[in-house]
């Protein structure tokens, strides 16, 4: 029969059977965006959405509102003391107290709906066909059991907290530079971005390579860290949108993140003939679940 585009490209393309650094660095921030029509084409996952968008849509309002009366004025008063112009001053306050209110959200969404986040990075996985393999591997390591780490929010709560204690601090010791338009926001989100990546992307280290320490995992992340900082930062950058960010882009980059799983998964699988395969280099390389089982679509 003939070849979906995604089973041409893994059987032939270098990307796909093998990605390069170079390559992933310049795809990485695409992600994100590919990650939003991913989405957007799966209905069953906005329910998901519900109870973060009650949240969030009070928080942003009650912590705008506060903000634009409490902080904005000081802020402003200080740059303008600082020998900046008054409508720069103002002008950057008001980007200061935007980019406020998304750490305020983002530690909300972060303590209390981590575990959706992780959800929908499974659901995507689990379409993938990349989940049922990594089970069938899993089990032939572990004497036939094929129980990968479930989600469960009481864990994900204390993953999001331990992220949350290291991400924090970097995110207000650098949120000053949001006061630069533009040029401000983008090193922000740089600087932060590849932390949020490594967030998304740490279970699925643990359930793919078996990675649990912190240190490992950084080795992980350093070793791929242009992917990961053009990830992050587009991810981070979809995120400061005002109203839609904490809501659409929250759960888009989850999907994002399921991508760019898929990427490092392709390291040591290749995809053909219908399933994924490990590479000859690769550990159990006979171990192969036809994708089509699962219902395998598309890259997206």
């Known amino acids: 029969g003939r070849l979906s585009s995604h089973q041409h490209l893994s059987m032939s393309s270098p990307i796909m059977s093998g990605p390069q650094p170079e390559v992933e660095t310049a795809i990485s921030p695409f992600l994100a965006i590919w990650g939003v029509f991913s989405f957007l084409k799966r209905p069953s996952l906005w329910v998901q959405l519900v109870l973060p968008i009650i949240v969030t849509t009070i928080s942003t309002i009650v ?18 003391n600082a020998g900046w112009p008054g409508w720069l001053a103002g002008f950057s306050s008001f980007l200061l107290v935007l980019a406020e209110v998304m750490v305020i959200n983002l530690i909300i969404m972060l303590v209390f709906f981590g575990c959706v986040q992780s959800k929908i990075t499974r659901a995507i996985l689990e379409e993938k066909g990349i989940l049922p393999q990594l089970r069938a591997e899993f089990a032939q390591r572990n004497g036939g059991n094929m129980e990968l780490p479930e989600p469960n929010c009481a864990r994900d709560i204390g993953h999001a907290l331990l992220f949350l204690l290291i991400r924090l601090p970097l995110l207000l010791i650098t949120l000053p530079v949001n006061s630069v338009p533009v040029l401000g926001q983008v090193v922000w989100v740089l600087l932060n971005g590849w932390l949020y990546a490594w967030e998304l992307s740490a279970e699925f280290m643990v359930m793919s390579r078996e990675i649990h320490r912190c240190g490992a995992q950084f080795d992980f992340v350093r070793g791929r860290c242009g992917a990961y900082f053009g990830f992050g930062a587009a991810a981070m950058g979809l995120e400061l949108i005002p109203v839609v960010g904490p809501w659409i882009f929250f759960a888009s980059n989850a999907c994002g993140a399921a991508l760019m799983a898929e990427r490092f998964f392709m390291e040591t699988h290749i995809y053909q003939q219908g399933m994924w395969m490990p590479k000859a280099t690769a550990p159990m390389a006979e171990i192969g679940v036809r994708a089509d089982a699962v219902g395998r679509k598309n890259l997206l």
């Open 63 to 80: 912590s705008f509102v506060t903000l634009m009366f409490t902080a904005l004025p000081g802020q402003s008063h200080a740059l303008y």
